[in-house]
């Protein structure tokens, strides 16, 4: 049998220099020194290099908010190891499992469309974590099962209003990060890869909106959708779409990942809403989990209108019939 | 044909029987075990959604070893070794078993003993119309399983009651394929392998040649003819 024998100065896999990045060495080495420059020169760092931004699992700086469910929350390591992101394999375990294997550091975020500020950003461009605020929200999976998380991040209106949309923008579309060598979900066809998600651009700059960066006091893990990833708190969860790298303007409704896989059963709003079943199972009631041992075999409750944010967010769909706009 | 030792002959009159049915039992036993270490605090594999786990292990369980059922046939075929014959009452009356616990645990965690929330699940989503009809018509297979009922319903008769076991596969498969979200390959890997287990009894039939006139079957019909639970 043979077997590659890993020398003492052969590189292991993670080491060796991604080719891109190694034909690229010229213009990386030359952008690092003309930030390097600008930081001298105490120049706005808008579009240099970006700041350090904590790798998932650091400690982050919030000052707690308004928004706060009064359930209890769930537990840190089901919120971590009970996920959908179907990138890294449909089984609830399987992101916790494979999603370490997605680099995030750089990152960046491609924004397009009708804004003024088109272009390539870091993170920390977009989310200015000193203003990072804890919201504790009920996520309520279209799966019938709800969680309640502290999440840390901004609201999404702040982000667009540093990329100021054009009067012609309506949506705001948003794209998750696609790479077939770290994403074993990706080689089977589950989704029309890259998930894509999207929104009123309304919706988008409502008080609930969040930019998110990361959960329970931490910088989200790559399971959660590091390093930036939405959260739309009245919707079904997956329209919180997670490891954004792109975000456009638009003035048509853009597609979306569920819809296009099945229209019937994912509408573009897909607001929670109790009276409106999945084709498949009732929405009426959820399963609580996060709680200890069986719990969550037992723990049920009544499903809320929009996900009990009604107040903030009635007046987005006046005049709309919610069993047709799905 | 295989050659006939001495201990493959041991093993068959035995050993084989008893050792399937450990065999069947085991994923149950792998259930009761992860509840137990749960309710006693200890790690275990049901994780954050117990009910979800437990649907999908024994609704998993049920429609692959009904696919196992179906292969006994086929595996006979191809090594010529006919005491497999012997266990396959007993893995069918096991897939029906399995599932009979998919529904129950359906039933009490899902919908609470809920009969007229069954009666509306039965009747508005399609795949679970699709399992349950599936779980109905493995109930007369079920019930025929015993030995007394083959002799009381006649070799023929028993035979042709069994041949469901054919569209209860394709409705487990379709009710798999059906509850999942997106595009997932499991349930298609199951349609690959009923696929091909069906695609063998065709080939069969069509390569046997024809006698000139019909001859009623001799002997136990569990024992040759096509697949019965």
């Known amino acids: ?326 | 044909m295989v050659n006939r030792s001495p201990a493959l002959d041991t093993f068959a009159r035995h050993w084989m029987k008893p050792l399937t049915l450990v065999g069947l039992i085991l994923p149950f036993a792998y259930v009761v075990a992860q509840f137990a270490l749960a309710l006693n605090g200890l790690p275990n594999a049901l994780g954050f959604n117990p009910a979800e786990w437990t649907h999908r292990f024994l609704g998993d369980t049920a429609l692959r070893i009904l696919l196992l059922t179906l292969a006994i046939t086929p595996l006979r075929d191809l090594t010529g070794w006919s005491p497999l014959l012997r266990i396959r009452r007993r893995i069918g009356l096991a897939a029906f078993a399995y599932g009979a616990l998919h529904i129950l645990a359906y039933l009490w965690l899902d919908l609470l003993w809920s009969l007229p929330a069954l009666w509306e699940d039965v009747l508005k989503r399609t795949y679970i119309t699709f399992g349950m009809a599936a779980f109905a018509l493995m109930l007369p297979l079920a019930f025929t399983s015993t030995n007394g009922m083959i002799r009381r319903l006649g070799a023929l008769a028993w035979r042709r009651l069994h041949w469901l076991i054919y569209p209860i596969a394709v409705l487990g498969v379709l009710h798999h394929l059906f509850m999942v979200k997106g595009n997932q390959p499991e349930p298609l890997v199951h349609g690959a392998i009923l696929a091909a287990l069906l695609g063998w009894r065709v080939y069969r039939w069509l390569a046997k040649p024809k006698p000139a006139r019909k001859r009623e079957p001799t002997g136990d019909p569990a024992r040759s003819g096509p697949a019965g639970v």
């Open chain 1, 1 to 326: 049998m043979e077997y590659k024998r890993n020398r003492t100065w052969s590189a292991l896999g993670d080491e060796v220099t991604p080719e891109p990045i190694f034909r690229d060495r010229r213009r990386i080495i030359a952008a690092a020194g003309a930030a390097g420059v600008g930081l001298i020169a105490g120049a706005g760092a808008a579009h240099a290099a970006p700041t350090a931004r904590p790798v998932p699992g650091a400690a982050l700086k919030a000052t707690a908010s308004k928004y706060k469910v009064a359930d209890p929350v769930a537990s840190e390591e089901a919120a971590t190891s009970y996920n959908n992101f179907y990138e890294f394999g449909t089984n609830k375990s399987d992101p916790v499992r494979y999603a370490g294997l997605m680099k995030v550091d750089p990152w960046t975020v491609t924004v397009e469309g009708e804004c003024e500020k088109p272009g390539a950003y870091a993170v920390t461009d977009l989310v200015d974590y000193g203003k990072l605020e804890e919201r504790i929200y009920r996520l309520r999976c279209v799966e019938a099962w709800s969680m309640v998380i502290p999440w840390v991040g901004v609201p999404m209106a702040s982000v667009i209003d540093k990329l100021k949309p054009t009067s012609k923008a309506k949506y705001v579309a948003f794209e998750t990060h696609l790479d077939r060598t770290s994403m074993p979900g990706v080689r089977f066809p589950v989704l029309d890869w890259p998930y894509v998600e999207g929104l009123r651009l309304d919706e988008a700059m409502n008080e609930l909106t969040l930019m998110t960066v990361g959960l329970y006091g931490k910088a989200l893990p790559q399971q959660n959708g590091a390093p930036l990833r939405l959260i739309v708190p009245w919707k079904y969860g997956f329209k919180s779409i997670k490891s954004v790298v792109k975000i456009r303007f638009t003035d048509t409704q853009p597609p979306t990942s569920w819809n296009l896989s099945n229209a019937r059963e994912y509408g573009f709003y897909s607001n929670v809403n109790p009276e409106v079943d999945h084709p498949r199972w009732s929405q009426a009631s959820e399963r609580v989990l996060g709680g200890g041992g069986l719990s969550g075999l037992i723990s049920r409750r009544k499903t809320d209108m929009f996900n009990g944010y009604t107040k903030q967010v009635e007046k987005l769909y006046a005049g709309m019939d919610l069993a047709k706009d799905y």
